[in-house]
């Protein structure tokens, strides 16, 4: 059979490599997609006079300790609407995490849920330093652990900056920075402020050795301005490439944002439908940039007589289940009796999706015809929604390669992660 012979000459095809290579360039620098390391699914806030060495295991005994409030595993389980053929196996991975790791991430807390403590501030900042590289050097941190300083904003930035700036000094003054720390920039209402921060880590980085790039950060979504600015533009997109690499995450922030919004105390929540819009557009800022997205909390607390705990389970567990749904893996908890709930219906939508989706990757790899035909982008957000749960413990690796019949490595490699 002769050789098909196109028209176009050698020169057209090196002409558009010519016109696109800045495009190119552009879409490979500021789009480089997720670099496959491990997300928390949860990021727990304490008050920096409160956090101690030894909080997260404390923090997981008294999550036990509600769970027996609340009427038991069985109870959490029902509560949160855990399936019934699944409830046995999530509730022995739940009571399992609570012991091991209650706590993913924590960030200690010297903005809102610290408040203005004036000079008291600097000790708590170093106090929380110190802390922090004990449970390092002990072998015990919580595999993400931060904090959260005071705004950018004209009133508080002074204050922000001396506390970040001791925090970070005492702990890189004492060993090596913690793999997992996060630094958290709230209220963030413009560009510039992104700017400034890059601008603070580079200065911090040089007067501690620090390699460069070293320092990361995230923006709290919790201002108008972010979401929409005066220009008509989504800020928040600009606010990620002008990280210059360094932003991690949006999280946003339920009642800041909404009680800015207008919105009354009582309608304040994560699925009010501005809620929705502002999330949407911090999605869609975020595709395909590398940065992690994080849904905001509950005000809610799972406290008072065995009814009220449940209740409040069952409705923190309908928002960690929406937020999951529409591709937020990340949340906050503000108390010991939220955690259950969280890796109750975290590691339930695992579970439940696990098999039909390991049966669909199996047969895409094999080639085989199956009742569905996935084009090469689904088999990959296979891949991804498996990688993810592996891990947060919710699939075991080995059963992993056994129901899709790959290793995984393989399973990795499609969904555009590095190796483990």
């Known amino acids: 059979m002769t050789s098909p012979r196109p028209s176009l000459d050698a020169g057209t095809y090196d002409d558009v490599d010519a016109m696109l290579a800045g495009a190119d ?45 609340g009427g038991g595993t069985a109870a959490l389980l029902d509560a949160v609407g855990v399936r019934e053929d699944l409830r046995a196996e999530v509730g022995a991975l739940v009571e399992s995490k609570l012991a091991s790791e209650p706590i993913e991430d924590l960030r200690i807390d010297l903005e809102d849920g610290y408040g203005d403590r004036g000079d008291d501030e600097d000790g708590h900042a170093l106090a929380a330093a110190r802390a922090v590289r004990a449970e390092v050097d002990e072998g015990r941190s919580t595999p993400f652990v931060g904090i959260r300083f005071k705004s950018f904003e004209a009133p508080t930035r002074a204050r922000g900056l001396r506390t970040l700036d001791l925090f970070l000094g005492e702990l890189a003054g004492s060993g090596e920075l913690p793999a997992g720390l996060v630094l958290t920039l709230p209220k963030v209402t413009s560009v510039e402020q992104v700017e400034a921060m890059v601008l603070v880590c580079e200065r911090l980085e040089a007067l501690h050795d620090l390699p460069a790039g070293r320092l990361r950060f995230e923006i709290q979504v919790e201002t108008p301005q972010a979401v929409l600015g005066s ?106 009796g939220h955690l259950p709930g969280r890796f109750a219906v975290t590691y339930a939508y695992y579970r439940e999706g696990f098999l039909p989706a390991a049966e669909r990757l199996r047969i895409y790899l094999a080639r085989e015809d199956g009742a569905v035909m996935d084009e090469p982008a689904t088999a990959r957000a296979l891949a991804w929604f498996l990688a993810r749960g592996t891990d947060c413990g919710a699939i075991a690796v080995a059963e992993l390669e056994t129901a899709v019949g790959a290793s995984a490595a393989d399973v990795d490699a499609l969904a555009g992660r590095p190796g483990r």
Do not use: C
Request: charged fraction near 20%; charge should be negative.
């Open 231 to 336: 220009d008509g533009t989504a800020l928040v997109a600009r606010m990620i490439h002008a990280g210059g690499g360094r932003v991690t995450g949006l999280h946003y922030g339920t009642y800041d944002y909404s009680a800015s919004l207008g919105i009354a105390a009582r309608f304040q929540s994560m699925e009010h439908p501005a809620a929705d819009h502002a999330k949407a557009v911090m999605q869609l800022a975020a595709a395909g940039t590398g940065v992690r997205l994080s849904d905001g909390s509950t005000n809610v607390l799972p406290v008072g007589d065995a009814e009220q705990v449940r209740a409040a389970w069952a409705l923190h567990g309908r928002l960690v289940r929406r937020s999951l749904e529409r591709g937020y893996l990340q949340g906050w908890d503000m108390h010991p």
């Open 25 to 69: 360039e552009h879409l490979a620098r500021t789009y480089p997609g997720d670099d496959g390391t491990r997300q928390p699914v949860h990021t727990v806030y304490v008050p920096a006079d409160r956090f101690r060495a030894g909080l997260a295991g404390e923090w997981g005994e008294r999550a036990l300790a509600v769970v027996e409030e």
